[in-house]
């Protein structure tokens, strides 16, 4: 069975990388209120953690639900909002949207198109993990916690068949052997 095998953050790495992002957000909004917009169910415990480190005033917390489809199903076309949030959330708000990952990028770039059709005043993108080398849809992430290799992670709001949400540590699942 794939388990996690090791730790690839600790919890104090990423209450670092945490507080450093907290500190550039704050340099560029300075007292400029923001509508923070999680998209579920990754972002939970780093937006819960990001909001209380944040200087800048968090004007609300929204949550959009995205769902993706798998391999199996790519006919189907791109990621599709299953959840939106109410028009006034966005429309005229400085807009930072809160990612856990970001992988191919399609999830990322399919909340970013819907917030955008509802004019926001900015619109910026912050995550606490990036994976180019994985990149299939063209986002740049404004604010980035930590660049990744292709690793499998898990923990701190990141799932493997839904498990692991709670884990405070990021790890790390190899692949399983074939012998
Ligand atoms: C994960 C993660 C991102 C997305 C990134 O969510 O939270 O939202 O994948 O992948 P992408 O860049 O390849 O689109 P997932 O769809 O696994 O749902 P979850 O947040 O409920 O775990």
Excluded at 59 to 77: I, P, Q
Excluded at 94 to 119: F, K, M, P, S, W
């Amino acid at each position: 069975m794939t388990e996690p095998s090791r730790i690839y953050l600790s919890r104090e790495d990423i209450a670092g990388l945490v507080a450093r992002l907290a500190g550039e957000i704050d340099g560029n909004y300075r007292d400029r209120p923001l509508a923070l917009i999680g998209v579920l169910r990754g972002c939970f415990v780093f937006l819960a953690d990001l909001a209380r480190q944040l200087q800048a005033p968090v004007r609300r917390v929204d949550f959009v639900r995205v769902e993706s489809y798998g391999a199996k199903m790519v006919s189907t076309g791109s990621p599709r909002i299953v959840q939106g949030i109410p028009r006034e959330s966005i429309t005229g708000q400085d807009v930072l949207v809160v990612e856990d990952i970001v992988d191919t990028g399609a999830t990322t770039a399919a909340v970013l198109r819907y917030l955008r059709r509802h004019g926001p005043a900015s619109l910026s993108l912050c995550a606490l993990l990036d994976k180019p080398s994985r990149r299939q849809v063209d986002v740049s992430v404004d604010y980035v916690g930590m660049t990744i290799p292709d690793h499998f992670v898990v923990g701190y709001g990141l799932d493997f068949d839904q498990r692991y949400r709670d884990w405070p540590d990021i790890w790390v699942v190899e692949p399983a052997h074939e012998d």
